[in-house]
């Protein structure tokens, strides 16, 4: 198990950037992908971007293509999420995760461990 926690929300006007961190302690952190996902209002929780053990790899969902950029830097067992040109449709509890599969995943079920979560709010 890896635990993981997640900070840098915030409230942030649409147009706007915010950048998210999660910090991982208690393995190797670099033996584990690391994800972004993210639960919206009424909505249940949806992929964001996946990044592979090395950082050569990343993933993203269609909506985040192009704003959101997942990044690692394994020697200070971080991993991040810069969003930029944010919307208030990216308002949403956001989760750092972890797993165990080489190749890239992008379902909740396949990350072992997760933050606590930290909200993001976009104002119009």
């Known amino acids: 198990q890896v635990q993981l926690e997640e900070s840098g929300g915030g409230l942030v006007q649409a147009g706007g950037s915010l950048r998210l961190s999660c910090l991982a302690s208690?393995?190797?952190?670099?033996?584990?992908?690391m994800g972004w996902f993210r639960r919206p209002p009424g909505k249940e929780r949806e992929f964001v971007a996946a990044?592979?053990?090395?950082?050569?790899?990343?993933d993203y969902a269609d909506s985040v293509k192009g704003r959101f950029t997942i990044s690692r830097d394994n020697a200070k067992n971080s991993f991040y999420l810069d969003m930029n040109n944010l919307t208030p449709e990216d308002t949403a509890i956001y989760y750092c995760?972890?797993?165990?599969?080489?190749?890239?995943?992008?379902?909740?079920?396949?990350?072992?461990?997760w933050g606590q979560g930290t909200q993001v709010t976009v104002s119009p």
């Open positions: 990044i592979s053990r090395t950082g050569g790899t990343t």
């Open positions: 995760a972890s797993s165990w599969y080489y190749t890239l995943q992008n379902t909740p079920d396949k990350f072992e461990s």
């Open positions: 208690g393995r190797t952190f670099s033996s584990f992908q």
